[in-house]
Nanobody, 124 residues
Framework: QVQLVESGGGLVQAGDSLRLSCAVS????????MGWFRQAPGKERKFVAA????????NYADSVKGRFTISRDNAKNTVYLQMNSLKPEDTAVYYC?????????????????WGQGTQVTVSS
């Protein structure tokens, strides 16, 4: 089975940067598409970014384009989300997700595997 563990969240000031990490463990060799989603209390979980196994294809939500960068190190089984120029509206729990087959990369229903989430809070 696939297990995902996020880390790197915290409390920061507007304009600061954070880098989230997601460590992936698996029982069998698989080449997963990886995604980041975020959810604020009372809100739907929304797509943030995704990256293919070979890192040749990335996708970003319009709200984070130019500020966030998704990357991966397949040798370390780790995916990253570099977040720059953070805004208060970025405050949410951030979740890492994985899928071995993706029809729609921005849909959370495409991802069967999820981490526990890490809190990001941005003060104004």
């Amino acid at each position: 089975q696939v297990q995902l563990v996020e880390s790197g969240g915290g409390l920061v000031q507007a304009g600061d940067s954070l880098r989230l990490s997601c460590a992936v463990s698996k029982r069998t060799a698989s080449r997963y598409t990886m995604g980041w989603f975020r959810q604020a209390p009372g809100k739907e979980r929304k797509f943030v970014a995704a990256i293919s196994y070979i890192a040749g294809s990335t996708n970003y939500a319009d709200s984070v384009k130019g500020r966030f960068t998704i990357s991966r190190d397949n040798a370390k089984n780790t995916v990253y989300l570099q977040m720059n120029s953070l805004k208060p509206e970025d405050t949410a729990v951030y979740y890492c997700a994985a899928a071995n087959t993706v029809l729609e990369v921005t849909s959370r229903r495409s991802y069967p595997y999820w981490g526990q989430g890490t809190q990001v809070t941005v003060s104004s």
